[in-house]
């Protein structure tokens, strides 16, 4: 049997800061595969390297050294032009702080990524509703951010990270700014996805949220200290 091409495959990866000639590494020799339908939390203490990492595996940024394949392709000094119609069709972002435009409703903010792709605005209202359905907010279409819950706003902003559909969804600290009720509907929504065939990856310092992974890996000064 020939063994599936995995998601993501980091070999020996080291990513240097240089700020006013002090240079900071941020991530120090990481190799790792990721197969598609993981569920996977990165976990480890502030400056540990989480973001970085999550940078490179969600190709918003080149490595240093080392190599970085992702679904077959060398990624690792691709320019920021071809990272983003990677990142287009592919990965779905998260974040902690949610960044929705705060005078645009749901609706809009869940749209936004269709309207790059040039699709009519018909299309794109259904879409939204379908995406505002999957997280349980189809009464919320025309709030504004502020009219909304930090929960509520953190679903609206899986929705559009779901809007086109990604088969790989990256969230950096997603619960890190809500309620631990609201924390704990997100991370069933996040398990529903990965049932639903998405990769996920989760960076997170909280073990609580990291039990809903099925796979943990631990970062500690850059670089990987623990994988179960
Ligand atoms: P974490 O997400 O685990 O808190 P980060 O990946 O954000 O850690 O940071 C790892 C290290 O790299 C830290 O020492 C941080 O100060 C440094 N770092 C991260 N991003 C930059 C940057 N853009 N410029 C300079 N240093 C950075
Ligand atoms: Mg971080």
Known sequence: MVKQQPLLRISHVNKIFKMDGVEVKALDDISLEIQKGEFLAIM???????STLMY????????????????????????EEALAGIRNRGIGFIFQMFNLLPRTTSLANIELPLIYSGIHKNERDKKALVAL???????????????LSGGQQQRVAIARALINDPPLIVADEPTGNIDSKSAKEIMELL??????????????????????????????????????
């Not at 480890?44 to 989480?50: D, E, L, N």
């Not at 077959?72 to 691709?78: A, E, T």
């Open 56 to 79: 490179l595996i969600g190709c918003l940024d080149n490595p240093t050294s080392g190599e970085i394949i992702f679904n077959g392709q060398n990624i690792s000094s691709l320019k």
């Open 133 to 147: 359905e999957t997280v349980g907010l189809v009464n919320r279409s025309k709030h504004f951010p502020s009219q």
């Open 44 to 50: 480890g203490p502030s400056g540990s390297g989480k």
């Open 191 to 228: 398990t529903n996805l990965n049932k639903k065939g998405h990769t996920i990856i989760l960076v997170t310092h909280d073990p609580e949220i990291a039990s809903y992974a099925k796979r943990q890996i631990m970062v500690r000064d850059g670089r990987i200290v623990g994988d179960r």
